[in-house]
């Protein structure tokens, strides 16, 4: 990306308290219990980018992109899911993990 185009992203920490619940929730496993996920909760787009060793070990996201470290440091692997992270754009908050 050239310095103009870098300038319109912000990038933010966030901890895995903020984000996990989100993540993990599910209607089948609240159900009968009155909903902590407001209607209004922000939405992220999970991408694990644990190595894949990690991930073997610990278990896998369901709804997550495996991104390894490799991938995330190669900009020609990441350029192929550019259209998907374009389709993206304004309704999702991106947050990488691992």
């Known amino acids: 990306l050239e310095v103009e185009e870098v300038s319109h992203y912000v990038t ?3 901890s895995a308290v903020e984000v996990l619940p989100i993540v993990c929730w599910s209607k089948e496993s609240n ?3 009155s909903s902590n ?3 209004d ?3 992220f787009y999970l ?3 644990r190595p894949e060793d990690t991930v ?3 278990g896998r996201f369901p709804t997550a992109l495996s991104m390894s470290p ?3 440091l190669d900009p020609d692997r990441v350029q192929q899911y550019d259209d998907m992270f374009e389709s993206l754009r304004g309704a999702v908050h991106i947050v990488i993990m691992g």
């Open 41 to 43: 909760a922000l939405k």
């Open 47 to 49: 991408v694990d980018s």
């Open 12 to 14: 933010l920490s966030v």
């Open 31 to 33: 159900r009968g219990e």
């Open 37 to 39: 996920r407001p209607c």
């Open 56 to 58: 073997q070990e610990q």
């Open 70 to 72: 490799e991938v995330l």
